[in-house]
């Protein structure tokens, strides 16, 4: 089985900064892409960032220019430095995985899943 493990979530003012990560352990992907996603309450899981096994990388409209995903190989690694946090931001994000070299947006074409960081930024 593959676990991962979230951390990096809290309680930030509009304007700050967050880090997350997520790190994996058990059977090892030779080619895999690793995401985030988030789900605000009432609202659909949406995927926000995706990094690829080439290190392409996806985001969502919203977050663009704000939020960067990174990954570390060596520790197996999926990071999301999030910028500029505004209050539509605040949600779970969870850290998906699946193998393959191509970052669909729907949560079903993931594998593999964190038990979620809860992200919450105040107005």
């Known amino acids: 089985q593959v676990q991962l493990v979230e951390s990096g979530g809290g309680l930030v003012q509009a304007g700050g900064s967050l880090r997350l990560s997520c790190a994996a352990s058990?059977?090892?992907?030779?080619?895999?892409?690793m995401a985030w996603f988030r789900q605000a309450p009432g609202k659909e899981r949406e995927l926000v960032s995706a990094?690829?096994?080439?290190?392409?990388?996806y985001y969502v409209d919203s977050v663009k220019g704000r939020f960067t995903i990174s990954r570390d190989n060596a520790k197996n690694t999926v990071y999301l430095q999030m910028n500029s946090l505004k209050p539509e931001d605040t949600a779970v994000y969870y850290c998906a995985v699946r193998s393959g070299s191509y970052y669909p947006t729907a949560p079903g074409e993931y594998d593999y899943w964190g038990q979620g960081t809860q992200v919450t930024v105040s107005s």
């Open positions: 990094i690829s096994w080439s290190t392409n990388t």
């Open positions: 058990g059977r090892a992907f030779s080619s895999y892409t």
